[in-house]
């Protein structure tokens, strides 16, 4: 079955907790704190893999998560980072958020792409001694890992998409140009998944082409099979749209042509001024004249216009070389770039309990709302780091570091970051 959608539950791995730790050896006087840190823990990473189709791995399982980081231990020795968890995914799928429809990564190239950071290791006592606090009998936990749920959407990568009404000859012409094999017969709707074929020509030329199922008027509404597969036509490069010029189903091939325009351009815009060829099939079911006024109607919509017959291969080679030709002044096959993440607004953050404790003169806030704006923040840039300081003010963690006691040049720790307190 073909499955070019799924939602599932990712969830990356937490960090390892820090040891606190002192060296005891014979003979060695002193030896301090040699707690280690705890390893990182594991992130979500998908890759593209050209063995996958189909989205079919996700259909029955659901969720997923990755390992988590072990914790340190004595004598400095940091825990070991979590494994990564891959998801392997066809080339060509979009990951969403699920809740807001951000979209997190496009697995189109050969790269692994991180969606989740595995949570960072806590730090071991080691870090915590100075000349007034040696004896440091605290280490921080390691950070969770986040979760999301995602939206996986398949769209195929394919440089030539064909469209038109259902039995007008597409898979025909697929099958006649490359070497896939799609369900051909005399009835609506026998493709019922979307079928790429490689058409290889002459001097190494080649191209990818997709034969998408056959759509009908309000398809962009969810009439008929082909609405289920519109999203696999967006990245192709050139539309080619097969119009059975015959009229052997009993409707108008010009008609036919603006209805299947119509639902492009309801569907999405921007596939409405995508560049198309005029395939006109079936030219041995009529006369020369209708083909003609089919040209002309055609052309004066500025389009080119092609008749075939696609099962005796007639007129096809002359179409594939314009494709060849107009596919060399096209840009690459569309990749989506990742959309960052919105900062929120302070009073728009979902707040919850907060707890301070004091540990060896050091104010530690825990607050796991908070965690969650701490792993949108980039500590190393100006402007982020304002954005953090006007959340803990708006959000009332600085009154509540206030009420603990806090004073101008003490050390608060909040996770992972340590910084003296400014009144």
């Known amino acids: 079955m073909f499955i070019d959608s799924a939602k599932i539950h990712v969830q990356a791995g937490s960090g390892g907790a820090g040891a606190v730790s002192f060296r005891r050896e014979k003979y060695v006087a002193a030896g301090g704190p040699d707690g280690g840190d705890g390893g990182r823990g594991g992130s979500v990473v998908f890759l593209a893999d050209d063995n996958l189709s189909t989205l079919s791995d996700y259909r029955y399982r659901r969720k997923f998560v990755a ?13 070991k980072k979590g494994e990564d968890l891959v998801l392997r995914v066809p080339r060509g799928t979009l990951v969403k958020d699920a809740a807001t429809g951000r979209l997190l990564a496009d697995i189109s190239g050969d790269e692994p792409q991180t969606v989740l950071q595995g949570g960072r290791g806590g ?9 007034t606090r040696q004896v440091p009998r ?6 969770p890992g986040m979760e999301l749920d995602v939206q996986l959407e398949l769209k195929l990568l394919a440089d030539v998409g064909l469209v038109g009404f259902p039995n007008v000859g597409k898979s025909t012409l697929v099958s006649v140009v490359s070497e896939a094999r799609p369900n051909i017969a005399n009835y609506h709707f026998t493709t019922l998944t979307p079928v790429l074929g490689v058409v290889h020509l002459s001097e190494g030329r080649s191209f990818v082409m997709a034969d998408i199922p056959g759509l009908v008027e309000g398809a962009w509404q969810g009439v008929g099979l082909g609405h289920q597969f519109l999203r696999h036509v967006e990245r192709c490069r050139l539309l080619l749209h097969i119009v059975d010029v ?12 603006q209805i299947i325009n119509a639902e492009l ?3 999405n815009p921007e596939l409405a001024e995508r560049p198309m060829l005029v395939a006109g099939n079936k030219c041995d079911l009529t006369d020369e004249a209708h083909v003609e006024a089919f040209r002309k109607f055609v052309e004066e919509q500025g389009y080119l216009f092609y008749p075939i017959m696609a099962p005796i291969r007639e007129g096809v080679d002359p179409l594939l070389n314009k494709i060849t030709e107009e596919l060399s ?14 900062l929120p607004k302070p009073e728009e953050i979902s707040r919850g309990e907060v707890r301070i404790t004091r540990e ?9 709302w908070l965690l969650q704006v701490m792993q949108s923040v980039n500590f190393d840039d100006y402007e982020s780091l304002q954005y953090f300081q006007r ?26 970051v340590q910084f003296d307190y400014i009144a």
């Open 138 to 143: 605290f280490a921080k936990p390691g950070t």
């Open 67 to 79: 390992k988590n980081g072990e914790d340190g231990r004595g004598k400095r020795c940091s825990g």
């Open 360 to 368: 060896d003169g050091i104010f530690v806030v825990e607050a796991p």
């Open 246 to 257: 015959s009229g052997s189903e009993g409707r108008d091939p010009k008609e036919d042509f």
């Open 265 to 267: 351009r309801k569907f």
């Open 329 to 342: 002044k096209l840009p690459p096959i569309r990749s989506y770039e990742p959309e960052p993440a919105p």
């Open 391 to 416: 959340v803990l003010l708006e959000t009332g963690v600085d009154a509540r570091l206030q009420e603990a006691g806090v004073q101008d040049g003490d050390t608060v720790s909040i996770y992972d």
């Open 123 to 131: 730090w071991g006592n080691v870090h915590f001694a100075t000349p």
